[in-house]
């Protein structure tokens, strides 16, 4: 059974940092997602299994960083440069087959943390 667990999630100003961390049962194609009221999920960044690929999408892209210890299996989301409009509840995702900028291609999901950014 997969199961994922997210921490790291708060307030802070715009400007500031966050990194969240995902904590994973095994070792799996990673993603990160956001969700904010009243809108779809939409996708952040992905990884490879081996850390080498990621993605991003263009909203964050110089701002965040996805990285992953596989060691620990354990995936990050370093956050930097904040603003109001990256406020959401982020989800970490996984499969077992390749990075993809879609919601539908991830079936393991975990519970999401909030990152609120005050202007």
């Known amino acids: 059974q997969v199961q994922l667990v997210e921490s790291g999630g708060g307030l802070v100003q715009a400007g500031g940092s966050l990194r969240l961390s995902c904590a994973a049962s095994?070792?799996?194609?990673m993603g990160w997602f956001r969700q904010a009221p009243g809108k779809e999920r939409e996708f952040v960044a992905a990884i490879s299994r081996s850390g080498v690929t990621t993605i991003y999408a263009d909203s964050v892209k110089g701002r965040f960083t996805i990285s992953r210890d596989n060691a620990k299996n354990t995936l990050y989301l370093q956050m930097n440069s904040l603003k109001a409009e990256d406020t959401a509840v982020y989800y970490c995702?996984?499969?077992?087959?390749?990075?993809?900028?879609?919601?539908?291609?991830?079936?393991?999901w975990g519970q999401g943390t909030q990152v609120t950014v005050s202007s």
């Open positions: 095994g070792r799996y194609v």
């Open positions: 995702a996984a499969n077992n087959y390749r990075s993809s900028t879609y919601s539908a291609d991830y079936p393991y």
